[in-house]
Nanobody
């Protein structure tokens, strides 16, 4: 499965941004998916996950209530709507599959190029 993230950018604190993950391969609807993020010198961390049918979502405590994950199985995409952004949300964001409900570790050993989100102010 090929993973490609897009939509990052520079945004002021308190603002919103929507990032997307495009995938390839017919198996996408069978994977639970998740977003992760990483800052220099730190481990990549879980941000949000979504079940195969999109009806179940789970979030890191740091983003709960501010971020919303969604997916479109027809378009093979996963999106992350981010609101009330804070400087500590600054990171490179990546998507990956996860093995199931409430799992916070990635299934694939490979990653896309990521998309940089920078929150100023």
């Amino acid at each position: 499965v090929f993973l490609s993230e897009s939509g990052g950018g520079l945004v002021q604190a308190g603002g919103s941004l929507r990032i997307a993950c495009g995938t390839s391969g017919g198996a996408f609807p069978w994977y639970a998916m998740a977003w992760f993020r990483q800052t220099p010198g730190k481990e990549r961390e879980f941000v949000a996950g979504i079940t195969t049918n999109g009806e179940g979502t789970w979030y890191a405590d740091t983003v709960k209530g501010r971020f919303t994950i969604s997916r479109d199985n027809d378009k093979k995409t996963v999106t992350l709507q981010m609101s009330d952004l804070k400087s500590e949300d600054t990171a490179a964001y990546y998507c990956n599959a996860v093995s199931g409900w409430h799992v916070t570790t990635p299934s694939f050993s490979w990653w896309g190029q990521g998309t940089q989100v920078t929150v100023s102010g």
